[in-house]
């Protein structure tokens, strides 16, 4: 661990020139004094780092040093693979690992490429998840993780949608991070599956090693997989709605199914109101999403999701029109 550190903060000060003891610790996640030490082990060790005194002072390298040191150890090389987002590999517990490829690699450049490395750094930042939305931090993500790693069977205890518990044995094949949500791809008894690995309520890691079929392909499986569910969910029909410009700004909180439909729409009409025809999963689902919208949107097709919508609106009508039992007396 500590000759890891040591090479961490060679490699920082090769690339990044003179830094603090502050800056090396940030970077690192270690303490100032740890970061003291090791300066004092890498002078020793014959590498030519000095100190500049003074508030603009800090470490760095003599003029022209460059260490050779910088070839990829097999986790890191595959850590660069996750490279798209950092939050992806801590969530692997592969942060420090991609951190030190990527000084790896950034040593390895010549001085030019290393100068618009930084630049693109300081440019631009991928911030993954959506607003308002927390990514999922599965407490089995770890385990599952190394079981596909490593290609070992699991035993699970599973929570469907609908909250019935099932118990499965798996073949992890592969992870997939759709928005904020992680994914298992893996093969039970009969067939591939996809299980979202936050309704894993318990599982076992077996020391029995599994084959991986020669031929399976993560990728192509995900878009096959993904596109039979959309179709599963949405199986409810259709249901022909009028948008107030209001709701029609709103529309992308029920997500990139309501909003193509929004898309595949024609002009507004003369009150600015939109007619979209859209799949629905149910008629109880469509009541909950379109009632956060109020008086904004109307249903027009089918009658009976028309009609639920107006018993709903009179029922909350009622509601406000009784008085409540926690309103403060006089």
């Known amino acids: 661990m500590r000759a890891s ?15 603090t003891a502050q800056q ?3 970077e690192l996640e270690v303490s100032v004094r ?27 390298l003599l003029d022209g040093y460059r260490t050779s040191l910088t070839g990829l150890t097999t986790d890191e090389a595959a850590a660069l693979f996750l490279a798209g987002s950092g939050a992806t590999a801590g969530d692997l517990g592969l942060g420090p690992t991609l951190e030190a490829a990527r000084l790896k690699l950034l040593a390895s450049l ?3 490429q290393r100068s618009m490395a930084g630049r693109i750094q300081q440019r631009v930042h991928v911030d993954a998840p959506g607003w308002f939305r927390d990514p999922e931090a599965p407490p089995h993500l770890d385990a599952v993780a190394t079981a596909v790693w490593e290609q070992r069977r699991i035993d699970i ?17 592969g992870l997939v991070l759709k928005g904020t949500a992680w994914y298992l791809i893996a093969r039970g008894r009969s067939r591939v599956n996809g299980y979202r690995i936050s309704r894993i309520d318990e599982i076992a890691v077996r020391d029995e090693a599994f084959e991986r079929p020669a031929d399976f392909d993560l990728r192509r499986y995900w878009l096959e997989w993904s596109d039979r569910l959309q179709q599963t969910l949405y199986s409810g029909g259709f249901a022909t709605v009028r948008l107030a410009p209001r709701a029609a ?17 024609g002009e507004p009409d003369g009150d600015g109101w939109l007619r979209v025809v859209m799949p ?51």
Request: cysteine-free; aromatic content about 8%.
């Open 34 to 60: 740890t970061v003291y030490r090791d300066i004092e082990a890498l002078s020793a060790s014959g590498v030519p780092v000095y100190a500049d005194r003074g508030p603009a002072g800090g470490f760095q």
């Open 5 to 19: 550190r040591l090479l961490s903060t060679l490699l920082l000060l090769q690339t990044r020139g003179r830094l």
């Open 157 to 173: 205890r599973y929570r469907k949608w609908d909250q019935t518990s099932v118990e499965r044995t798996l073949d992890p094949l």
């Open 110 to 112: 010549p001085a030019e």
């Open 249 to 265: 700004r709103m529309w992308w909180m029920l997500g990139p199914v309501a909003e193509r439909a929004l898309r595949e729409t």
């Open 280 to 330: 629905i999963e149910s008629f109880e689902h469509t009541r909950i999403d379109l009632g956060r919208f109020g008086p904004d949107v109307e249903v027009l097709e089918p009658p009976e999701l028309r009609e639920l919508m107006r018993a709903t609106a009179e029922e909350t009508l009622r509601r406000y029109d009784t008085p409540s039992d926690a309103a403060p007396s006089a």
């Open 24 to 26: 090396i610790a940030d």
